[in-house]
């Protein structure tokens, strides 16, 4: 029997110049999908960029997100 195993995750490189579509937001955070547009709905969380029918957020907002929910429980 011939078990496979699957290289460890790498942590993802964000260009803070940048835009993140939805799918690649959630890998930064743990959060539900249904969660976060409900948080940006309510202004919790950062607001999106509409490029025609695509949305995306700004990288470096995310970025100083993540960083003030570290900062928070400091």
Known sequence: ??????????????????????????????ISRSSWLAGVKDGRYPQPVKLGATTCWRAA??????DSLGASHE
């Open 61 to 66: 907002d995310i970025l100083n997100f993540i």
């Open 1 to 30: 029997m011939k078990i496979t195993t699957t290289p460890a995750a790498q942590p993802a490189t964000v260009n803070p110049l940048g835009l993140l579509r939805l799918p690649q937001v959630l890998q930064l955070l743990p």
